[in-house]
């Protein structure tokens, strides 16, 4: 089992930047495969960025490519999302995301084995 907890949304004005958090608990954090997703109001469920259990392998939605830096920090249990260069249509609840598995399939949610609760992130124009 592994409980996934998000922090650093929050409301930002277009061209800011913010650093999402995802603390995992238990000892196995380093075997898994991590992902960011987002969900806006009335839309689909995005797949915004992931990474291999070594964190040697990234991988971004062209959306936010060259925006945002997913990377992680097993020692400390701990995956982060650099978003730079934010705009409004990046406002959104995002979730960080685990796989046991670490799959092929990393940008879709079925690949996921657990999902931390959320943070919002508003960008204002």
């Known amino acids: 089992q592994v409980q996934l907890v998000e922090s650093g949304g929050g409301l930002v004005q277009a061209g800011g930047s913010l650093r999402l958090s995802c603390a995992a608990s238990g000892r196995t954090f380093s075997r898994y495969a991590m992902g960011w997703f987002r969900q806006a109001p009335g839309k689909e469920r995005e797949f915004v960025a992931a990474?291999?259990?070594?964190?040697?392998?990234?991988y971004y939605a062209d959306s936010v490519k060259g925006r945002f830096t997913i990377s992680r920090d097993n020692a400390k249990n701990t995956v982060y999302l650099q978003m730079n260069s934010l705009k409004p249509e990046d406002t959104a609840v995002y979730c960080c995301?685990?796989?046991?598995?670490?799959?092929?399939?990393?940008?879709?949610?079925?690949?996921?084995?657990?999902w931390g609760q959320g943070t919002q992130v508003t960008v204002s124009s």
């Open positions: 990474i291999s259990w070594s964190g040697g392998n990234t």
């Open positions: 995301a685990a796989d046991q598995y670490s799959g092929s399939y990393y940008y879709t949610p079925y690949e996921y084995d657990y």
